[in-house]
């Protein structure tokens, strides 16, 4: 079921009125129901998925909880990271592993026997595999103690709001949560209405509206100049933004509404001063998922200084692989993992041009240089997210560098067809990039503003998301991951 | 309580900011066209066929035959040449009608004891339609508001409320264009033809749309219920196009409606026609190619009883 969708308009609001109507001690069922349901409005065939996980990281977490034995222990954890991993890998990965062997053996004169799949990527993967991971992986390192309860361990496998595209959830912060009474609070309620709706804005009016002038671009990038190219890859990072964190605003205010906090998922990303706060501040879930369960475990940085760069580019390789089986993901990944290692090695000399230059004594100008260059850097990374191959992005970046072209083409593609639409698109992602800071602020409850203020706002935004929403169940970028 | 304290003046700033930039949108123009049409591309202008079709259907008068459907069916079913045969016949196909709006069309104005025969056409990507497009042409040019509210409603789709809202902020508003090829009794002919025969996308999968599938059963059961016979029905199609997706498509449609359906009279590929002189397009025939068509399925239709001979 998509969030966008009129099937989740009418779930929701029964499922959260049922929710504090019921007692407190069967709203855990409630809940599991109605996350089996939102996830079989899908593809009700592949909830089988969601109970192998289930069970398999139930009971490998009691068998580890259970023994003392080390060996006994890490064979229960890696009966369940070879399930989870087994499950995406044969999903999501193989077509794409079998794929590069049939171009391997066919470069080297030879035949590749095995066929292509034609399974469907279950939707979310990526996500639930990673959070239930990571539940065991706690228990194994001590850090949690393993519930008894199978049906709460299978709502926070499943829980609606974030079980397709996260925030990936840790067990420490969430399952506790489902053992918890949660009663009806008015201003708990109202923030994750205000929440959910400004997610509905950024996804329906500026990401959704952004598509359609982007995705007509990269679909047949060739037809398009430089400047084209250019435009069309800055609408898209607002686009992937406003997509992705629309997603994340949407979970976390349908959760508070019934009780329950997730963690925070982005923190105005493109305001970063380097790829590594980008990275504090883009997909913070994932993020840290990797820092605390591939990263550390590396050696993060206690270890030799071509060890540290070797894991962060490591970690990043394998980020990018997660997002999608696609040699571009993988390059993307790499790209961003370049983009660390070399900001720690020229790190004295960037120090050094700092002193000289003077930035270092004037903070405010030196962020007025870095966050543009993050941006820029981050920007060009995206390219190679957004094409479709790797041929294609590097055609795409080879355009960009050349701007000779004049605006002619990108005149004629936003204003020869729909001047209308592309300039209220271009309006309301300009003021988004603008005024994101503040709102993010805002419907974040960091910031507060009169209660009539907030009525205008809120009303307007509903109007706009109603007048100037691209309506259609277009599904999130995030989904395909 | 406290709650519902707060909603009313969240709902009344919501309703008025909404209310507000509709008006805007529909009052500020840009190429003398109101910017309402090109912020929602979703939303049609009063006018065209459409609106002619439903201020000349006079729901009190009395048709020996009623046709409903898509394109197919206005550019398809000449209502003129049952005239000449001694039939009170009409045309209310409109733009992509699907099944959900032509059974909302046959409840509100096809009265029972008016009509003799409904004949639906029911052409494959009528039926795999999400409706928003015939929705919203209907929305703006049929006269009966509970209609018009009817269908939006069940589009279950926020662009309905738009459609809605449109409606009623042009409804003094004069049609914005007319269609010359509109005749009376609400066909609409092309008289041109296909210079070259178009290329088809064969093997393309059928996606029918649950929702249109449920509304084609409800039809079947009120024209069951009101005692008025159906009759499905196909045009003819060209020879080049899908003709395997068309036999897995019929034989869908037969387990739709079940063996007690109503008649289905295919005449897709059962047909002489020139691929290129009796259609103006892919699928639309031209109005040579409705003369004949038009005739042929009288011919069934008495063949069948269900018309008597005159």
Not at chain 1, 48 to 61: E, F, G, K, Q, W
Request: contains cysteine.
């Amino acid at each position: 079921m998509l969030f966008n969708s009129f099937e989740f308009a009418v779930f929701f609001p029964v499922v959260a009125a049922l929710y504090f109507l019921l007692d407190p001690r069967w709203r855990w069922v409630l809940l599991l129901i109605a996350s089996y349901w939102f996830y079989m409005a899908w593809r009700a065939e592949y909830a089988v998925l969601l109970v192998v996980s289930t069970i398999v990281d139930y009971t490998a977490s009691r068998g580890i909880a259970g023994s003392e034995d080390p060996r006994t222990r890490k064979r229960w954890l890696l009966f369940s990271i070879l399930t989870n991993l087994g499950i995406l890998g044969f999903f999501k990965y193989f077509n794409f592993l079998n794929g590069t062997l049939r171009s391997v053996v066919g470069a080297a004169g030879g035949h590749w026997p095995v066929q292509d799949t034609d399974v469907l990527l279950p939707m979310g993967i990526s996500f639930y595999t990673f959070q239930t991971m990571s539940y065991t992986i706690d228990v194994y390192r001590r850090v949690l103690q393993p519930t008894r309860h199978l049906g709460r361990f299978a709502l926070y496998v499943t829980f609606f709001p974030q079980l397709v595209a996260g925030p990936i959830e840790r067990a420490p912060n969430l399952l506790p949560q489902f053992f918890r009474d949660h009663d009806f609070d008015q201003a708990r309620v109202i923030r994750g209405l205000k929440q959910m709706l400004w997610g509905f804005f950024k996804k329906l009016v500026i990401a959704d509206r952004l598509g359609l002038i982007v995705d007509p671009i990269y679909d047949a990038p060739r037809q398009h100049d430089g400047p084209t190219l250019v435009l069309a890859t800055f609408l898209f990072a607002l686009q992937i933004y406003c997509d992705f964190s629309a997603y994340s605003d949407i979970a976390i205010g349908a959760a508070r509404v019934l009780g329950h906090d997730l963690m925070e998922n982005f923190r105005t990303p493109y305001l970063s001063s380097s790829i590594r706060e980008f990275w504090s501040r883009w997909h913070i879930s994932l993020s840290t998922w990797f820092r605390d369960y591939l990263y550390i475990p590396l050696g993060g940085n206690r270890v030799l200084k071509w060890r540290w760069y070797f894991n962060l580019f490591v970690v990043f390789l394998v980020s990018g692989l997660w997002h999608g089986a696609n040699w571009t993901f993988v390059l993307w990944g790499a790209l961003h993992g370049a983009f660390l290692v070399a900001a720690l090695i020229f790190a004295p000399l960037w120090e050094r041009f700092n002193a000289v230059t003077g930035l270092a004594r004037r903070p405010g100008w030196r962020q007025a240089v870095n966050v543009p260059a993050t941006f820029v850097l981050v920007l060009l990374s995206w390219v190679l997210f957004r094409a479709r191959t790797i041929d294609a992005a590097g055609w795409i970046l080879h355009e960009m560098m050349d701007l000779r072209t004049g605006l002619e083409g990108l005149r004629h593609t936003l204003f020869d067809h729909a001047p209308v639409m592309a300039l209220t698109s271009l309006l309301f992602a300009m003021g988004f990039l603008v005024f994101d800071p503040l709102i993010d602020d805002l419907v974040k409850g960091r910031r507060a503003a009169p209660r009539p203020v907030q009525y205008v706002f809120y009303g307007a935004v509903m109007a706009a998301c109603l007048l100037f929403g691209h309506f259609g169940n277009t599904a999130f970028i995030y989904f395909q991951f | 309580m406290r709650l519902l304290k707060r909603a009313i003046p969240f709902l009344a700033t919501f309703i008025g900011a909404y209310l507000i930039g509709f008006w805007a949108l529909c009052h500020l123009t840009h190429n003398g066209t109101p910017l309402i049409f090109s912020i929602a591309p979703e939303l049609l202008m009063k006018g065209g066929d459409t609106y002619q079709r439903f201020q000349e259907f006079d729901p009190d008068s009395t048709y020996d035959v009623v046709f409903l459907g898509s394109s197919h069916a206005y550019r398809g079913y000449d209502p003129a040449y049952f005239t000449r045969h001694g039939y009170a016949a009409f045309n209310l196909g409109s733009s992509a009608q699907s099944q959900m709006n032509s059974y909302y069309l046959l409840k509100d104005l096809v009265h029972p004891g008016h009509v003799r025969l409904v004949v639906l056409d029911v052409y494959e990507g009528a039926m795999e339609s999400d409706a928003v497009e015939s929705t919203s042409d209907l929305v703006q040019n049929i006269p009966s508001d509970a209609t018009a509210w009817r269908m939006a409603l069940a589009l279950h789709d926020p662009r309905g409320l738009n459609m809605l809202a449109l409606r009623y902020f042009m409804k003094g508003h004069a049609p914005f264009y007319r269609d010359p090829t509109y005749r009376a009794g609400g066909g609409a002919l092309r008289t041109d033809s296909l210079k070259v025969p178009p290329r088809y996308d064969k093997g393309r999968p059928l996606r029918i749309d649950p929702l249109q599938a449920h509304y084609l059963q409800r039809t079947v059961a009120l024209c069951r219920e009101r005692n008025i016979p159906l009759v499905l029905s196909e045009h003819y199609f060209p020879h080049a196009s899908d003709q395997a997706r068309h036999a897995a498509y019929t034989d869908h449609l037969r387990d739709l409606v079940g063996p007690d359906g109503p008649v289905l009279i295919d005449k897709a590929y059962d047909h002489h026609l020139s691929d290129r002189d009796h259609f103006f397009d892919r699928n639309h025939l031209n109005a040579a190619g409705a003369e004949l068509f038009s005739a042929d399925l009288l011919a069934e239709l008495q063949k069948r009883d269900l018309l008597p001979t005159r």
